[in-house]
């Protein structure tokens, strides 16, 4: 496990200098263009400032801005007790220092993801879409896959990544809106103008170069932070098939999540979109998409190397698997993590085996969605339960079944 880390920490060390020289070379262009030839180095300046200003926000802060973002509310154990005791479990068997904080959030499309700087500040957050969809088993499953990527430490590269690729976009969106506002008030005719000495000439050149390198260089961050998003995901499948042993309850999760027919989430963005279990951007012909530009693996990819995993669920079988749906002879996971010791595959639960009607579950995801967002809850004697919402001002609420008189400032009374 701990070499497992240890390629996974050098690859995004690696993909974070990438990104770096592309938002540097970005800074330096755009320098000479409003600064003059000797402007590169203001630009690389301003540049690196942005850069290190974000950083330092992503690093105190960055996790919380996400799950502000998605719009995720903390919970306790009161409210969904059942993930509550999946997570322990599962934060028992990755031998994780510290409970992750829970998370949800008020959306009915099926989804998660795991956030935060360290394995002892990690959150993960679920959809009430989600909750209400999967049953015990594969419930686990995906509360495994994001424990895995607390323990492979890609979290924070996830937060940090996601604040570089934030300045690229910024930067390039700046100085292109810029240059329209330039051009738009004729302010641009300098570049034109020719010179005596042939220097109007070198100034369109590099004000050409400028614009193609703002244009290009969010596009190659794009495809630097998707590639090595696709890879995490794998290795993420990989650690929870090992953590559950049971390889079907991730593949049966992904499958409902992957089909279901809810709308899009409403508050993700393709800066956060890599943090979740399923890509959550939902769009016509996406499946038709080059994986070049995607920021998941493909589902049905991800779900057939889990299902073909046989005799065991550790790593070396899911390299077995990988390479056979795949016909690729390359591996995702490190060699040196084959060493462990094998891990045989468990049957699945009994109560997973007993599945409840969609209806009951749909049910449940409306229950969890009002009691998130505060709603109070109320038994009347007759057996009626009252859903009251959280701005409902009055003292006293009736039954409508009964016309009893409920109390509820004091709903014992």
């Not at 005791?85 to 990755?94: C, D, G, K, W, Y």
């Not at 590269?157 to 100085?175: C, E, R, Y």
């Not at 969010?218 to 995490?232: D, G, K, T, V």
């Not at 690729?328 to 993590?337: L, N």
Request: charged share 20%; with cysteine; net charge positive.
């Amino acid at each position: 496990m701990w070499e497992l880390i240890r390629v996974n920490k050098r690859n995004s060390v690696i993909l974070m200098v990438l990104m770096t020289l592309v938002l540097l070379v970005l800074g330096y262009f755009i320098g000479v263009v409003f600064f003059g030839p000797n402007g590169g180095v203001f630009g690389l300046l301003i540049a690196s400032g942005i850069a290190v200003i974000l950083m330092l926000i992503s690093l105190s802060s960055g996790d919380q801005i996400l799950l502000a973002a998605s719009k995720a509310k903390r919970v306790t154990h009161d409210i969904h007790p059942q993930l509550f005791n999946v997570v322990e479990e599962m934060r028992i068997a990755s031998s994780l220092p510290v409970m992750p904080k829970i998370y949800i959030i008020n959306d009915p499309a099926p989804n998660a993801f795991a956030t935060g700087r360290s394995p002892q500040s990690a959150s993960v957050a679920v959809t009430a879409g989600l909750l209400g969809r999967l049953n015990r088993d594969e419930l686990q499953g995906v509360i495994a896959h994001e424990i895995s990527h607390i323990l492979h430490r890609d979290i924070l590269f996830v937060t940090v990544a996601g604040i570089m690729l934030g300045s690229i976009v910024l930067l390039s969106q700046v100085f292109l809106r810029g240059m329209f506002f330039s051009s738009m008030t004729g302010s641009q005719r300098r570049y034109s103008a020719g010179g005596r000495g042939g220097g109007g000439q070198a100034q369109l050149v590099m004000l050409i170069i400028a614009i193609a390198v703002a244009i290009l260089a969010p596009i190659m961050a794009y495809l630097l932070y998707f590639a090595l998003s696709r890879r995490r995901e794998y290795l993420a499948d990989a650690g929870a098939a090992r953590l559950t042993r049971y390889p079907d309850g991730l593949a049966s999760a992904l499958e409902k999540i992957s089909n279901d027919p809810s709308p899009q989430l409403s508050s993700v963005n393709k800066v956060t979109a890599p943090m979740y279990i399923v890509n959550p951007l939902k769009k016509k012909g996406q499946r038709k998409l080059s994986n070049l530009t995607s920021t998941h693996p493909p589902i049905s990819e991800r779900i057939s190397i889990l299902r073909n995993m046989s005799g065991g669920a550790g790593f070396k079988d899911y390299s077995a698997s990988y390479q056979k749906s795949t016909g690729s002879k390359r591996t995702v996971v490190p060699a040196s993590a084959f060493t462990q010791d094998k891990i045989e595959q468990r049957q699945a639960s009994i109560g997973a085996k007993r599945q409840e009607k969609v209806e009951r579950q749909l049910h449940q995801v409306g229950d969890i969605m009002r009691k998130v967002n505060g709603f109070l809850f109320l038994t009347c004697v007759c057996g009626l339960k009252l859903k009251v919402p959280p701005n409902y001002k009055k003292d006293k609420i009736k039954c409508p079944r009964c016309k009893r008189i409920l109390d509820i400032k004091n709903p014992q009374g």
